[in-house]
């Protein structure tokens, strides 16, 4: 659906709320918090505790248990949900502009640079998981495909998302053979010998993969060090990897993931099945597959990771392939009991409230960075790398109950979330209404 001619720009404007779906909105919110559930380890712990638990908490059972419970029904879930969602509002909002007769593409350029220079700001100078330059980015690609039928993009999006793994079981074997030349080149530093260019390039490059990827124990000491500092240390620390992750994470995962369930959410968009037009028995069977042939994915990778004690070779080869599939067939069954929730009417509530999150979804997701960063960051309260991961869900619970207090009220009194308002303002190049 699209138009062929330039539509008067008077007609331009943000979705109104009555043009708003309330599944959408719903899934929207309920991704939202779910990706905070994950997000918190990165905010309250080294980056490596976040992918192998046995680096702090240890094999304790509550550790464990945590960790073995978020990865079976968050990790990697919620993000895929969102991915998904990203895509749908693409079509939505091609279809409603359509529908007033108003301009779209550039509209849709313009939202989503101002949303990749929120998220510029958002990464460097607020914390280091920002997921908005990375969403608008691939946004910009996908647009491209709005015009593409369902199965097209459904096609399309089984292309692109096994890449992710492909590239990573091809990088494993080069950091496999890096890692075994900087051995070497190591001893022949501590005997004294200088190096050459090819050795000294092959020990920076080193460096840089094992400070991500396979942190030493020093390693990880600066990075908490930094992060219970100052200001300034918790930013010299995460503005190099701010910048490494924005080129590294989009070759790498952003691209073939992201861009994949972006495509996938644009067709379930045209299906019917994200704005809840399919039947309640449609998205009970939506929920009974999805649980049933990915929850066992996901309990496999756990059961893998867990026997080859987390090693970033096994992972990058085998270990990561389980969940990764696992997640989308697990995100299935979220979408499909969410769905099935909000068109039985059950909860009704409760739905609203998360539905409120979601129209502010922007604005909630910039929260989580603001309040944890306060909690944990040295200039802060300081609680970096003291809090374990169980009662890290504790802060995690605490604040999603406030803002499922808080959106609804706040969208009582006014048309859009602080975030969002900013957004659209700069979008429209003028001032947006606020209050209602």
Not at 157 to 185: H, K, M, R
């Amino acid at each position: 659906m699209g138009y062929s001619k330039p539509l008067p720009a008077q007609n331009a404007g943000p979705v109104t709320a009555a043009e708003r779906l309330v599944s959408l909105d719903t899934l929207r919110g309920v991704a939202v918090m779910g990706i905070f559930v994950m997000n918190v380890y990165a905010f309250a712990m080294p980056l490596a505790a976040y992918y192998n638990p046995l680096v702090m908490g240890g094999a304790d059972v509550l550790n464990m248990g945590t960790w073995f419970f978020t990865h079976l029904f968050f990790d990697q879930k919620f993000m895929s949900i969102f991915s998904m969602l990203y895509g749908a509002g693409v079509i939505m909002m091609m279809n409603r502009a359509a529908a007033r007769g108003a301009p779209f593409t550039a509209v849709f350029y313009r939202r989503s640079a101002w949303l990749i220079v929120l998220g510029l700001l958002h990464g460097y100078f607020i914390w280091f998981g920002d997921i908005l330059f990375h969403y608008a980015l691939m946004g910009m690609v996908v647009f491209l495909f709005r015009e593409a039928s369902p199965r097209k993009l459904v096609t399309i999006a089984c292309i692109l998302l096994p890449v992710t793994l492909l590239i990573n079981y091809g990088s494993s074997f080069y950091v496999e053979e890096l890692q075994a030349d900087v051995a070497v080149i190591e001893q022949l530093q501590s005997q004294g010998t200088a190096l050459d260019e090819e050795q000294q390039e092959k020990l920076e490059a080193w460096q840089e993969i094992r400070a991500v990827f396979a942190p030493s124990a020093e390693d990880i000491e600066a990075e908490v060090d930094a992060y219970k500092g100052t200001y300034v240390d918790a930013l010299a620390q995460r503005a190099p990897f701010v910048a490494f992750m924005q080129l590294n994470l989009t070759l790498v995962f952003v691209v073939w993931r992201v861009g994949g369930l972006m495509l996938l959410g644009m067709a379930l968009m045209k299906l019917g099945v994200l704005s809840g037009e399919r039947s309640i028995r449609f998205y009970k069977r939506m929920a009974l597959i999805g649980y049933g042939a990915g929850l066992p994915l996901a309990i496999l990778s756990a059961l893998l990771l867990d026997a080859h004690q987390f090693d970033p070779l096994y992972v990058a080869r085998y270990g990561g392939i389980p969940n990764y599939f696992g997640s989308i067939l697990v995100a299935f069954g979220h979408i499909g009991t969410v769905l099935l929730i909000v068109k039985s009417g059950a909860l009704q509530a409760v739905a609203h409230r998360f539905a409120a999150v979601g129209r502010m979804a922007l604005s909630n997701y910039l929260m989580h960075s603001l309040v944890m960063t306060s909690l944990f960051y040295g200039y802060g309260l300081n609680l970096y790398a003291e809090v374990p991961r169980v009662w890290q869900q504790g802060f995690v619970a605490v604040l999603i109950g406030l803002q499922l207090l808080l959106s609804p009220w706040w969208l009582k009194h006014f048309r859009f979330g602080p975030a969002e308002w900013l957004w659209r303002s700069l979008t429209y190049g003028q001032r947006q209404p606020m209050r209602r």
